[in-house]
């Protein structure tokens, strides 16, 4: 068991990576959605509504096979400079995780924004603060505050997300576990042991985000 | 289009049994699931600290690890320890553990921490007079639990177990990995042998997003009618 800890260990790291830069990218397209979402122009809602419906709507699995196979797939992009990033399994595992936690961050976002009380919004206006200052210094905070729980929710949810990537031939924890039992044939202890440090790392980012909820955190 | 057709030239009639292998299996799920539910809800909800920390110990355990773990878990251990127990009757050929039931059960003990979630949630949102009630009325334990709580604990249940189910049907796509014929195998195995991953996957996403939004619309009627009197 002590034996195999090591290649756990980095395949660990490996998962911490892709979690670390899916979670980052998909903050972004999260926040750009939900702005999206809460615009009033109905196509740009819809658009923004479908997004996160499709992201939503499909399993993890289906969208990582449709970027790292289906994408190949179309001449154009094989001839262009994008066939760098997307022959790389790893890019294509940051790519899939990107766009399905950037919905399911969008739909958090969304719900922080709608619930912020039309008090503050109100406060600002009467106090002549422009339209754009309130919105990047009342709006987005507040929103980011209130949907930490959820949002680390979401962390923990792509962390086993990111264990997909272990079936397009990416060496991360579950791929080494992977290996392990099919190398020694020992199911039990390759799996319990990847299982343990899974949990351990979802008891530390537990952690982390109560911490920063009590920190942080926004009684309204 | 033509590739979608029905018949031999075609895997129209494939993946149409492909996506009736994903309902039975979420079904399937769903329902081992509720069963793990019913288990551990009240021991998540005992006085008894033993117990309570049984009930904790599952609902942390699988919703901390990944899904495709449990999965392997089964998969590979499964059919290991099946083995093992056979050896000791004097059986010492290979033994396979058919992929839909443990598909199932892995699915169906993910699925089951989260509705043990649910109904914990939803019996500690019955109002306290309820339980009061029923038992100065003189009903017996069980029938206050059958006749009073349940009813009222799967009315107030089922916006979450929407939820649940929906995790449910997409975790469906792991079992792929274990070679069950499912939406997901079936796409795989069209796409290898026509070398069109992009459209067969793209079909897969479909059949999924079909099977959510029917879900959706047959969930919501449900709750209109549970929530009839309220």
Aim: charge should be positive; hydrophobic fraction near 50%.
């Amino acid at each position: 068991m002590i034996s195999i800890f090591p290649s756990l260990l980095n395949g660990a790291v490996i998962t911490l990576k892709l979690l670390a830069s899916s979670m980052f990218f998909g903050l972004l397209i999260g926040l750009l959605f939900s702005i999206l979402r809460i615009n009033k122009n109905p196509i740009i809602n819809k658009f923004a509504y479908g997004y996160s419906y499709f992201f939503r709507g499909t399993p993890l699995l289906v969208q990582l096979y449709l970027i790292y196979y289906g994408l190949a797939n179309i001449e154009f992009l094989r001839n262009s400079f994008l066939w760098v990033i997307i022959r790389e399994p790893y890019w294509c595992a940051i790519i899939a995780f990107s766009l399905n936690t950037g919905a399911y961050t969008s739909e958090i976002l969304r719900s922080a924004f709608q619930t912020i009380k039309e008090g503050y919004i109100e406060a600002a206006q009467s106090l002549g603060v422009t339209k754009k200052i309130t919105f990047y210094k009342i709006q987005i905070p507040i929103a980011i505050k209130q949907s930490l729980p959820a949002y680390g929710n979401e962390i923990i949810l792509m962390l086993k997300g990111t264990s997909l990537a272990s079936v397009i031939t990416i060496m991360d924890l579950m791929g080494e576990a992977r290996k392990v039992n099919v190398l020694t044939f020992k199911p039990f202890e390759a799996f319990i042991t990847a299982g343990i440090i899974y949990l351990f790392l979802t008891f530390i980012i537990h952690n982390i985000v109560k911490y920063l909820e009590k920190k942080y955190g926004f009684q309204t | 289009m033509e590739l979608l057709s029905f018949g031999d030239t075609g895997w129209g009639d494939e993946l149409f049994f492909a996506t009736l292998m994903t309902i039975a299996v979420s079904i399937g799920a769903m329902a081992i699931g509720f069963l793990f539910a019913l288990i551990f809800t009240p021991l998540k909800l005992s006085k008894n600290k033993t117990l309570n920390v049984i009930g904790n110990c599952y609902t942390t355990i699988i919703r901390g690890v990944p899904e495709l773990l449990v999965i392997y878990l089964l998969f590979f251990g499964g059919t290991g320890a099946a083995m093992y127990v056979a050896s000791i009757f004097g059986y010492d050929g290979y033994i396979e553990i058919n992929a839909f039931i443990t598909g199932a059960l892995a699915i169906g003990i993910i699925s089951g921490a989260y509705s043990t979630e649910v109904f914990r949630g939803a019996i500690l949102s019955i109002d306290k007079g309820q339980f009061e009630a029923s038992k100065v009325l003189g009903l017996k334990k069980n029938i206050q639990f059958y006749k009073v709580i349940l009813p009222q604990m799967l009315r107030l249940s089922i916006p979450n177990l929407s939820n649940v189910w929906q995790i449910t049907l997409k975790d469906t796509s792991l079992i792929s990995v274990t070679g069950l014929v499912e939406i997901m195998r079936q796409s795989y195995i069209a796409a290898g042998s026509t070398r069109d991953p992009l459209f067969f996957y793209s079909v897969a996403a479909v059949l999924y997003l079909i099977l959510t939004f029917l879900s959706m619309k047959i969930i919501n009627k449900l709750e209109v009618r549970y929530n009839k009197g309220f």
